[in-house]
């Protein structure tokens, strides 16, 4: 199956901008530990920060909010709440996890990060039904 980068390239790059715009990207002058840091530069160095900063992301915390989505969307399909309901259905959730990985890889990434998802995806089409697993 083809797959175009451009289109989910763009719609990563478009949240990645978007979440640093919100502020869930602060910026940083050290990566710490538990921290990534994001290809993308401030675009007008924070005059506070000497040297100029960076924007940094607590890995941990990332993925953790991407189960917690996930978790929302099961909860919510144990509750009976409709599949498709714009404010707790399982889809809505199950956007918001594709959002906060799509915002995480291209945030670490960049174009890598689309060029690696899309590889792995031609991996996948040369695998077995059920990548030769029962289940």
């Known amino acids: 199956m083809e797959r175009d980068k451009t289109d989910i390239g763009e719609l990563a790059a478009s949240i990645h901008a978007y979440s640093v715009t919100k502020g869930f990207w602060p910026t940083s002058c050290e990566v ?50 409709p599949l498709d309901d714009p404010k707790e259905g399982a889809l809505i959730e199950i956007g918001d996890a594709v959002i906060r990985l799509l915002d995480l890889g291209y ?13 792995k995806c031609k991996i996948n089409d040369k695998r077995p039904h059920l990548h030769g697993k029962a289940f």
């Open 32 to 81: 710490r530990k538990n921290e990534v840091r994001s290809h993308v530069n401030p675009p007008n160095p924070t005059p506070r920060l000497d040297p100029p900063g960076f924007y940094v992301r607590n890995l941990g915390e990332a993925l953790m909010l991407v189960n917690t989505e996930l978790s929302e969307a099961l909860e919510g399909f144990r509750a009976g709440i």
């Open 107 to 119: 945030g670490v990434g960049g174009e890598k990060f689309i060029e690696l998802m899309l590889a």
